[in-house]
């Protein structure tokens, strides 16, 4: 591991623990030669997922994308980023299990929209209305006329 302050790649592993949902384990390092502690989080992961985009484009899984597509529909709701974390951490489960390597990025946008729906119902429809593309008012209504 690579020091983030002076560059050094010798760093010693004061202490390690996992996270609250056992998918994660945080490590405070130390480095070697300047002395200064560090957090670094391991995460499992099986394989790489690529995405399938839209436009037939391809890239890899990115969970901070998706994290931060679901905090911006959450933004002044009263929905802890814990909270949202851990609805992205349950997605990110999901495609690991289903054992696919290529998947669409509707699929992900549909699995986002039902956690989304659960937790918090502006969130979700704020969610939508991006990943949807809505132009229009009666694109609202027909969303919430389905979400009923």
Same mark, same amino acid.
């Given at each position: ?19 609250? #949902? ?41 969970? #901070? ?24 951490? #349950? ?28 937790? #918090? ?24 006329r389905d979400a009923?």
């Open positions: 591991m690579k020091c983030p302050f002076c560059s050094n790649t010798d760093t010693q592993v004061k202490d390690s623990r996992p996270s609250e #949902d056992n998918k994660v384990i945080r490590r405070r390092r130390e480095c070697t030669a300047c002395h200064r502690r560090f957090t670094t989080f391991e995460r499992f992961q099986v394989q790489q997922t690529v995405v399938l985009k839209r436009d037939g484009a391809r890239e890899l899984f990115d969970r #901070d994308k998706l994290l931060k597509s679901m905090m911006i529909a959450l933004r002044k709701r009263p929905v802890s980023p814990n909270a949202v974390a851990a609805l992205v951490a #349950d997605i990110e489960q999901e495609l690991t299990e289903s054992g696919q390597t290529e998947i669409n990025s509707s699929e992900i946008g549909a699995a986002a929209l039902d956690k989304l729906k659960s937790v #918090d119902f502006v969130g979700y429809v704020r969610y939508a209305s991006v990943y949807d593309g809505f132009d229009t008012p009666s694109d609202f209504q027909k969303l919430l009923k």
